[in-house]
């Protein structure tokens, strides 16, 4: 494959994953945080379309559970009772892309319930929370990216372009924050706040940390960019023409950093969103009820949980795909930067 | 007639803060002076080393010299402020050793050619795409090649791009940092004609950076020497080829490449 197409296919993967998430509501079947409590910790349904009886059904079904005889936990599947799945219903209520009001599910029926990755203690369904889960976690993970990005970004470039006392400063600052425990300055941070916030603070306090730790790396690296774009003649021609610095640094100088900075966000999104799934674990991110990938998988701090309930651990196995599409994505990015180095070597031994 | 520029003691040190622990200084300028009166060609030769590129550079403002003076049309440069400078920047124009770095590898050649104009912006851009064409037209590059990206130059056209460049701002002095040095003889020799045919039809100084003494004999009224940051020896061209004062001098002409003289007997008629 050549590299265009590497990227090309990795940002494919990764919309295709991120749609989904981004459309939960649709592909939930019901309200992540409605519960059924009757049917706590229910495994996962299997779906079928042979019957027991071997008749071949053209709708998918699943059979209802019911307690195994003497036991409180145990599940088998009650034969005689089929849930056939129908798709394109009206269910719970929701806000497609955060604003839309819609009701249409991909499936699920409102009384008949199907739980295709099992119920939590409250019998919520793990699917719905696990897809709504994703749009906190992958939010947090792009916005802190984002974030990140633009404050290392203007760092760097100062720091690179005007050189001096200011540069000394800046990096000296750099490498206090890169020293920084940062898992042990949240919860200093999070010590100041009152025991209960609500989800949209803690939100916005996960993402504010990771900007606010995070931006050191990213700046060291635009602001060696920088100092060797500034000496290039090329902008030293244009200094000639009568430019002036800002648009010196906004023609010449920042363009370069462009390939820098898609990788760096390629390597900062996953490791963010595993930042808020940690922090989420230990009970600093979004409180219950409102689902995110950490706070699914704190249930895990349980033994009773983590010994009996695998469908539990879902959570921390649907981030594996989308490491694998950043990965991907900064490894094709960063093979397309060197080719671009290399190319340019050759270029100038020609001359 | 009065000299368009006019150096005086012009110095230049650079601290090397890397080699040893205490901070030590390197001579770069010692005390350069020259004057250049318009129209005319001066050519600085030297070896590698001796300060010609930073000469260039302080001259063209974009380095300050450390001490010494240097007058453009009577105004001094040295002592000006930044602001002063921005505007003075465009008549004196530098043309760079390595045309590789000099032109912006993702731009396209018409983009290239056409930043000073914009820069400027005094023209508008018909006016300025117009300009822009009729130069590159001059230094042989064909209009159609506009679009395309600088990487796909060979090395004469990058530096014919970059002369090109250089000339849509009509500069009063332009300044060839061994410009021609990386190419072949017969891209130097077309190139050359042109920078004399725009010598002859615009009045333009010319300050040639070169170690080829043959070159600058060729190309300049007058030549100066430089080594290790001093100007050695200056006179007219014809007087320092043949008749050099300086040991300098002499080992530059006796680097000057020769064929030698053939072995073989002259062919027969």
Same mark, same amino acid.
């Given at each position: 494959?050549?590299?265009?197409?590497?990227?090309?296919?990795?940002?494919?993967?990764?919309?295709?994953?991120?749609?989904?998430?981004?459309?939960?509501?649709?592909?939930?079947?019901?309200?992540?945080?409605?519960?059924?409590?009757?049917?706590?910790?229910?495994?996962?349904?299997?779906?079928?379309?042979?019957?027991?009886?071997?008749?071949?059904?053209?709708?998918?079904?699943?059979?209802?559970?019911?307690?195994?005889?003497?036991?409180?936990?145990?599940?088998?599947?009650?034969?005689?009772?089929?849930?056939?799945?129908?798709?394109?219903?009206?269910?719970?209520?929701?806000?497609?892309?955060?604003?839309?009001?819609?009701?249409?599910?991909?499936?699920?029926?409102?009384?008949?319930?199907?739980?295709?990755?099992?119920?939590?203690?409250?019998?919520?369904?793990?699917?719905?929370?696990?897809?709504?889960?994703?749009?906190?976690?992958?939010?947090?993970?792009?916005?802190?990216?984002?974030?990140?990005?633009?404050?290392?970004?203007?760092?760097?470039?100062?720091?690179?372009?005007?050189?001096?006392?200011?540069?000394?400063?800046?990096?000296?600052?750099?490498?206090?924050?890169?020293?920084?425990?940062?898992?042990?300055?949240?919860?200093?941070?999070?010590?100041?706040?009152?025991?209960?916030?609500?989800?949209?603070?803690?939100?916005?306090?996960?993402?504010?940390?990771?900007?606010?730790?995070?931006?050191?790396?990213?700046?060291?690296?635009?602001?060696?960019?920088?100092?060797?774009?500034?000496?290039?003649?090329?902008?030293?021609?244009?200094?000639?023409?009568?430019?002036?610095?800002?648009?010196?640094?906004?023609?010449?100088?920042?363009?370069?950093?462009?390939?820098?900075?898609?990788?760096?966000?390629?390597?900062?999104?996953?490791?963010?969103?595993?930042?808020?799934?940690?922090?989420?674990?230990?009970?600093?991110?979004?409180?219950?009820?409102?689902?995110?990938?950490?706070?699914?998988?704190?249930?895990?701090?349980?033994?009773?949980?983590?010994?009996?309930?695998?469908?539990?651990?879902?959570?921390?196995?649907?981030?594996?795909?989308?490491?694998?599409?950043?990965?991907?994505?900064?490894?094709?990015?960063?093979?397309?930067?060197?080719?671009?180095?290399?190319?340019?070597?050759?270029?100038?031994?020609?001359? | 007639?009065?000299?368009?520029?006019?150096?005086?003691?012009?110095?230049?040190?650079?601290?090397?803060?890397?080699?040893?622990?205490?901070?030590?200084?390197?001579?770069?300028?010692?005390?350069?002076?020259?004057?250049?009166?318009?129209?005319?060609?001066?050519?600085?030769?030297?070896?590698?080393?001796?300060?010609?590129?930073?000469?260039?550079?302080?001259?063209?403002?974009?380095?300050?010299?450390?001490?010494?003076?240097?007058?453009?049309?009577?105004?001094?440069?040295?002592?000006?402020?930044?602001?002063?400078?921005?505007?003075?920047?465009? *008549?004196? @124009?530098?043309?760079?050793?390595?045309? /590789?770095?000099? #032109?912006? %590898?993702?731009?396209? !050649? &018409? +983009?290239? =050619?056409?930043?000073?104009?914009?820069?400027?912006?005094?023209?508008?851009?018909?006016?300025?795409?117009?300009?822009?064409?009729?130069?590159?037209?001059?230094?042989?590059?064909?209009?159609?090649?506009?679009?395309?990206?600088?990487?796909?130059?060979?090395?004469? *056209?990058? @530096?014919?791009?970059?002369?090109?460049? /250089?000339?849509? #701002?009509? %500069?009063?002095?332009? !300044? &060839? +940092?061994? =410009?021609?040095?990386?190419?072949?003889?017969?891209?130097?020799?077309?190139?050359?004609?042109?920078?004399?045919?725009?010598?002859?039809?615009?009045?333009?100084?010319?300050?040639?950076?070169?170690?080829?003494?043959?070159?600058?004999?060729?190309?300049?009224?007058?030549?100066?020497?430089?080594?290790?940051?001093?100007?050695?020896?200056?006179?007219?061209?014809?007087?320092?080829?043949?008749?050099?004062?300086?040991?300098?001098?002499?080992?530059?002409?006796?680097?000057?490449?020769?064929?030698?003289?053939?072995?073989?007997?002259?062919?027969?008629?």
């Amino acid at each position: 494959m050549t590299r265009r197409r590497k990227i090309v296919f990795w940002l494919f993967v990764l919309g295709g994953l991120h749609g989904i998430v981004l459309c939960a509501g649709f592909f939930a079947p019901y309200d992540p945080v409605e519960q059924d409590r009757i049917n706590p910790y229910l495994p996962p349904m299997h779906l079928h379309i042979v019957d027991a009886e071997k008749h071949l059904h053209l709708r998918p079904f699943v059979y209802a559970s019911r307690l195994r005889p003497g036991t409180f936990d145990q599940y088998v599947e009650d034969i005689r009772q089929t849930r056939p799945l129908k798709f394109f219903v009206a269910g719970a209520p929701y806000r497609l892309f955060g604003f839309l009001p819609a009701r249409l599910h991909l499936f699920g029926d409102g009384k008949e319930r199907i739980y295709l990755l099992g119920t939590d203690a409250f019998g919520r369904d793990q699917l719905s929370r696990l897809l709504f889960g994703g749009q906190i976690s992958l939010f947090s993970g792009l916005l802190g990216a984002g974030f990140t990005l633009s404050i290392g970004w203007c760092i760097g470039a100062a720091a690179g372009y005007y050189g001096g006392w200011r540069d000394d400063m800046l990096m000296r600052l750099v490498e206090l924050f890169l020293a920084l425990p940062w898992l042990y300055l949240l919860f200093a941070v999070r010590a100041f706040l009152p025991l209960t916030v609500n989800p949209l603070k803690a939100f916005f306090l996960i993402i504010a940390v990771i900007a606010a730790v995070g931006w050191a790396r990213p700046a060291r690296l635009v602001r060696g960019i920088v100092l060797s774009a500034k000496e290039r003649d090329f902008v030293r021609a244009a200094r000639g023409f009568g430019a002036s610095s800002f648009y010196i640094l906004r023609r010449h100088i920042l363009p370069e950093t462009s390939s820098v900075l898609l990788t760096q966000a390629a390597i900062l999104i996953p490791q963010y969103v595993l930042a808020e799934m940690t922090l989420s674990f230990l009970g600093l991110g979004v409180p219950e009820p409102v689902p995110s990938w950490g706070n699914l998988l704190s249930n895990l701090q349980q033994y009773s949980v983590l010994v009996s309930y695998w469908w539990m651990y879902l959570p921390a196995l649907v981030m594996a795909p989308f490491f694998l599409g950043y990965l991907g994505l900064a490894s094709a990015l960063q093979e397309s930067s060197d080719a671009y180095k290399i190319e340019k070597r050759s270029l100038g031994s020609l001359a | 007639m009065e000299p368009i520029l006019k150096v005086e003691n012009l110095t230049k040190r650079y601290a090397k803060r890397n080699s040893a622990r205490t901070p030590q200084e390197f001579l770069a300028l010692d005390s350069v002076s020259f004057a250049v009166s318009a129209g005319a060609t001066l050519a600085i030769v030297g070896e590698s080393g001796s300060g010609k590129s930073t000469l260039a550079s302080c001259i063209a403002c974009l380095e300050p010299p450390t001490a010494g003076n240097f007058w453009f049309e009577g105004r001094n440069l040295a002592q000006s402020a930044e602001s002063e400078l921005r505007k003075i920047r465009p *008549q004196i @124009q530098l043309i760079f050793p390595d045309s /590789a770095s000099a #032109l912006s %590898p993702r731009w396209s !050649i &018409l +983009d290239i =050619a056409v930043e000073p104009l914009v820069l400027q912006g005094k023209l508008g851009r018909k006016e300025r795409n117009a300009r822009t064409f009729f130069l590159l037209e001059r230094v042989g590059l064909a209009a159609d090649m506009a679009e395309r990206p600088a990487a796909e130059l060979s090395g004469g *056209q990058r @530096q014919r791009l970059a002369i090109a460049r /250089a000339l849509t #701002l009509d %500069p009063k002095i332009l !300044i &060839l +940092d061994e =410009a021609l040095s990386a190419l072949d003889c017969s891209v130097q020799a077309q190139i050359a004609n042109v920078l004399l045919e725009l010598q002859a039809s615009r009045g333009m100084t010319f300050l040639f950076i070169t170690h080829d003494l043959t070159m600058a004999a060729h190309l300049a009224d007058e030549i100066a020497v430089m080594s290790r940051g001093r100007i050695v020896e200056q006179g007219p061209s014809t007087k320092i080829v043949r008749n050099p004062d300086h040991d300098a001098t002499r080992q530059l002409l006796a680097a000057v490449p020769r064929l030698p003289r053939s072995p073989w007997p002259a062919a027969q008629p």
